[in-house]
């Protein structure tokens, strides 16, 4: 065969085997060119353990908040109040007696009063009977001493006129009330002997203007 008679034949085939090339070409571009499949999606790596050997980075396991110990208040102590001190004797005052008082001991400004007698209207006055004494020192936890009478009794003239106070029994209160020279013989009258002590000043008649009861407890 000569060579211008294969030359047609030779072209052919050429053709033929570029065609089928690109063919082939175009096809994987084709399957190049379309969707990737995906990838897989990455599963959620496990938290790592201790002592695992896993590629991932461990997580660390959250520590756990400090148990506080709740504060308990201890109560308070109660107060211990201090001893109350105890009662002094009282000192007994000065002057008095322990017992029976002497001419030197009588008080000449008081005595206890035990009876009244009326005299007659026109002369203005009533006698007190009376008898004088002490007072007595009493017992240290007592609130005072007793008075304490001595020699007879005697009758001193009281003014119709006289300023008369009187505290309890006579009256309610421990405090000095005025009151009239009835009101007094009234009470003296319905309480005889009773032996009320009283502080007396005398006039210039010798009659009695002004008495006034001694508070005792």
């Not at 007696?97 to 001419?103: K, L, M, N």
Request: negative net charge; hydrophobic residues 35%.
């Amino acid at each position: 065969m000569n060579a211008d008679r294969l030359r047609p034949v030779v072209l052919t085939l050429a053709a033929g085997a570029l065609a089928a090339v690109l063919t082939g070409c175009q096809q994987g571009g084709a399957a190049a060119g379309g969707a990737a499949p995906s990838a897989p999606a990455a599963s959620p790596s496990a938290p790592g353990t201790a002592g695992s050997g896993g590629g991932g980075t461990p997580t660390a396991a959250p520590t756990a908040a400090p148990t506080v110990a709740p504060v308990v208040k201890k109560p308070a102590s109660p107060k211990t109040s201090a001893p109350a001190p105890k009662p002094t004797a009282k000192p007994a005052p000065a002057g008095c007696v322990d017992s029976t008082p002497g001419p030197d001991d009588v008080d000449p400004d008081e005595f206890a009063l035990y009876r009244i007698e009326e005299l007659d209207g026109s002369t203005g006055k009533v006698n007190l009977v009376v008898q004088h004494g002490a007072w007595g020192c009493g017992s240290p936890d007592s609130d005072g001493g007793p008075f304490v009478v001595t020699g007879e009794e005697s009758r001193w003239a009281l003014d119709q006129a006289a300023y008369v106070t009187a505290t309890n029994p006579i009256v309610t209160s421990t405090e000095n009330q005025r009151i009239g020279v009835q009101e007094l013989i009234d009470w003296v009258n319905a309480h005889p002997d009773s032996g009320l002590v009283f502080r007396y000043e005398t006039g210039d008649d010798g009659a009695i203007h002004r008495l006034e009861e001694v508070f005792t407890p």
